[in-house]
């Protein structure tokens, strides 16, 4: 059986949608216009949603700040479809005037949300504001609520953020069309793996998903939902970009076409010709040495506040327990799994840094760095001592940006990242063969989580509940303020 369709294609698909790029967090428009340069004469389409929290907080050090003057002057730009995901649902229920022109400004255009455990009165608010949608929905209490408010619902599966299981029970024949299946932060390997969008249809289907109302929420829906009303469908009108499955169970791709021409087949591109997105022009990891000297943490109290991570989540725990102290200073404690965690800032050398406890990453000795670390990304590290952390973060500032883990001063496994602290420029199968390497040092060293790097990274996000850490310090999510760490 054949079966055509827009969307649901493996490697590569024909076309992308970013809701956020990590990339503009470092860069701003430099990072825009480098991410849309990349992304040209390429056999698919990539369309890109400009951010609207840039930084996320005033709680972060971010390495640029994008106002709405700077997203007005992009809008028009070709292959920009509106505004993502608006994370400071603080400010929108506050009426800051400068978040508010970040929504007005789209005109009509998608806003997506970012709204984690948002309900009641402060919902409505946020949506009678000028926003579409969410993608944060972990629970289907949450999701009812957003969907009966009006809300698309965006069902998120990514590497660590497993959602789908739970959200697909609520999606019913009246509902669906308010549905759209989508990604979130997964790793080169599982990408390689298991494919992409066409995965997230063979897990909606192995839920008892029918087929055709899987493959609706991958294509039609999202297509519908960001205005693209040439595309999503075969018919006469739409663009003939589309993909042909060897079986609707499996959802094997077998071919993908695009503008009516074969662009990929049995899994492989064919050969193409792109243009050269361009050098970064500038280097985005500028640490101050001397704040590396100052991971110390002195006693000041019975009780601390300690991140306790959530498997397979991005929220966190708030946790209060006993330190372990030696010599008047905090330390960490493997028989609790209590590690020392900091932030170091990275864009401009200011040596700010912010210093704290997690629990959940198993590590019995060593340090991890990366600076992959949503949404500012500067340089998240957790460790046993404090030696080891300081040649963490001294390993990725050598590769200019990337991952790294260190016991006894050695470091045993690296992940360069040198666009932006961010990307790089090799082939997906090498970076995913390092970030395993990366990942297999970090369990040797106990670590038990399945995506040591993408949980770390999710811990510097303080948009999202409830206990975070940024350059400035500990961030109680709830409150929407920095706290002190000991109770």
């Known amino acids: 059986m054949l079966l055509f369709f827009f969307l649901m294609i493996r490697r590569p698909p024909r076309s992308t949608l970013f809701p956020y790029t990590t990339l503009f967090r470092s860069l701003g428009i430099e990072g825009i216009n480098y991410m849309l340069r990349s992304s040209e004469n390429l056999p698919l389409t990539i369309y890109i949603m400009l951010p609207s929290c840039v930084p996320a907080t005033g709680m972060e050090t971010s ?24 994370m400071n649902f603080p400010g929108v229920l506050a009426a800051d005037r400068e978040v508010l022109n970040k929504i007005r ?9 970012h709204a984690p455990g948002l309900t009641g009165k402060d919902l409505a608010a946020y949506i009678a504001a000028g926003i579409h949608s969410d993608h944060e929905c972990t629970t289907t209490a949450e999701a009812r609520e957003k969907l009966r408010a009006g809300m698309f619902i965006m069902v998120r599966q990514g590497s660590t953020e497993k959602n789908l299981k739970e ?19 997964c790793n080169p390997g599982d990408l390689l793996e298991q494919g992409h969008v066409d995965y997230l249809v063979r897990l909606a289907i192995g839920e008892g998903l029918p087929p055709m109302t899987a493959i609706q929420m991958a294509t039609i829906n999202t297509a519908a939902y960001f205005g693209l009303s040439d595309t999503g469908a075969v018919a006469p009108g739409f663009k003939a970009d589309f993909a042909v499955l060897d079986d609707l169970e499996q959802v094997t791709v077998s071919r993908v076409i695009q503008g009516g021409k074969v662009v990929a087949a049995d899994g492989r591109v064919l ?13 985005t990891v500028n640490i101050d040495y001397k704040s590396l000297e ?34 008047g200073l905090v330390v960490a404690d493997t028989d609790r799994d209590l590690l020392k965690i900091a932030v170091v800032e990275r864009h401009m050398a200011s040596g700010n840094i912010g210093l704290g406890f997690v629990r959940g990453m198993g590590l019995r000795d060593g340090a991890i760095a990366t600076s992959v670390a949503h949404d ?89 509940p409830a206990l975070k850490i940024t350059d400035r310090g500990l961030v109680d999510v709830e409150s929407f303020q920095l706290v002190g760490l000991f109770q």
């Open 105 to 113: 400004i789209a005109e009509g255009r998608r806003v997506d949300g």
């Open 63 to 86: 390495g640029a700040e994008l106002t709405s003057g700077d997203l007005a002057l992009m809008l028009p730009r070709d292959r920009v479809l509106g505004i993502a995901e608006m």
């Open 294 to 327: 100052r991971l110390d943490i002195r006693a000041a109290g019975e009780k601390m506040k300690v991140i306790g991570i959530v498997p397979g989540q991005i929220v966190t725990e708030k946790l209060v327990l006993a330190p372990k102290v030696a010599g």
């Open 376 to 464: 500012s990304h500067n340089i998240i590290v957790v460790g046993i001592g404090d030696a080891d952390m300081r040649r963490a973060v001294l390993a990725v500032e050598k590769e200019n940006g990337g991952a790294a883990v260190v016991v006894g001063g050695e470091v045993l496994a690296t992940l360069p990242l040198p666009v932006a602290g961010l990307m790089s420029t090799h082939p997906a199968a090498e970076v995913a063969a390092a970030a395993e390497q990366v990942t297999g040092a970090a369990r040797g060293l106990g670590c038990r989580l399945e995506h040591p790097l993408i949980a770390l990274s999710f811990l510097a996000l303080p948009v999202v």
């Open 271 to 283: 050969p193409f010709v792109s243009g050269e997105p361009g050098r970064m022009v500038r280097s």
């Open 167 to 185: 959200l697909v029970s609520i999606v019913t024949p009246e509902n669906s069309r308010q549905f759209m299946l989508v990604s979130d932060d």
